[in-house]
Structure formats: structure tokens, C-alpha cells
């Protein structure tokens, strides 16, 4: 078996924050790093980390309720941010932050703790050790 190279602690931050924060697909940012898909999946697998999808899916999320504030219909942020449907955001924003838009564009307040980058509120995110993080 074929180990896969090291990644190091600032580029597994860059990865993150490349999946969370564009449109981009796993295989695309992947490719950038100049990686597979697969071998990206596998170091974030050997680091404990949630998978590359994980990041990406939470970040799709996380820009969606930053629109929210500004009134705009929830069909079409769900449609800005790549939703197939206002149902499905709805669905996908339940289940990241247990709470429908319309209840979350009440709530303003939480709506900046919920845009955070990254590693999030994981603990000690600023760390210079991912076995910081855990």
C-alpha cells in the first residue's frame, strides 16, 4: 500500500477553507492542491478530520444564512446558493444549525456565530498543532 504525502497543519487550513468558502467541488479543489479526490479524503480520514464533502456542505450552509438577514426571498437564496429548491435549503440549514431560515432570519444574532471559518468553534482553532483541535 501507498502511503500519501504528509499534509501540513496551514494547508489543511487552506483546504477547508477552499471547500467552505467557494462553490468549488471536492474534486476541483483537489485538483488544485494537486491531489485526487480520493487521496484528499483519505489525509483528512488520517488526521480524525470530517471528510472534504463535510467542509464543503457545512460551508454552502454557512454562506446561505448569511443572506438571510437582507430580506431577500428564501427561493432564491436557496437558489444563489446552489439549493435545488427552498424545501431543500430548509432541510440542509435544519440540519446544520437545528433551525428553519425563517426562524434563523429572526434571530440575527446567531446568524455571525454561525458564519465562522473553517474549523469553526472546534476548540482552539488558532492553534499550531491540529492535536491542538482534539
Given at each position: 500500500m501507498i502511503q500519501s504525502e504528509a499534509i501540513g497543519n496551514s494547508e489543511i487550513f487552506d483546504l477547508i477553507d477552499a471547500l467552505a468558502r467557494s462553490n468549488s467541488t471536492v474534486e476541483q479543489?483537489?485538483?488544485?492542491?494537486?491531489?485526487t479526490a480520493r487521496t484528499l479524503q483519505r489525509q483528512f480520514r488520517d488526521l480524525s478530520l470530517p471528510s472534504p464533502d463535510f467542509?464543503?456542505?457545512?460551508?454552502?450552509a454557512r454562506r446561505a444564512v448569511t443572506a438571510l438577514p437582507c430580506r431577500v426571498p428564501?427561493?432564491?437564496?436557496?437558489?444563489?446558493?446552489?439549493?435545488?429548491?427552498q424545501a431543500h435549503?430548509?432541510?440542509?440549514?435544519?440540519?446544520?444549525?437545528?433551525?428553519?431560515?425563517?426562524?434563523?432570519?429572526?434571530?440575527?444574532?446567531?446568524?455571525?456565530?454561525?458564519?465562522?471559518p473553517g474549523l469553526g468553534n472546534w476548540p482552539n482553532e488558532g492553534g499550531s498543532e491540529l492535536g491542538d483541535l482534539f
Open positions: 479543489v483537489a485538483r488544485q492542491s494537486g491531489r467542509w464543503r456542505l457545512l460551508g454552502r428564501l427561493a432564491e437564496i436557496a437558489h444563489d446558493y446552489g439549493y435545488c429548491d435549503m430548509t432541510r440542509e440549514l435544519v440540519r446544520w444549525f437545528g433551525r428553519s431560515p425563517s426562524r434563523l432570519r429572526q434571530d440575527i444574532v446567531s446568524i455571525s456565530g454561525f458564519n465562522q
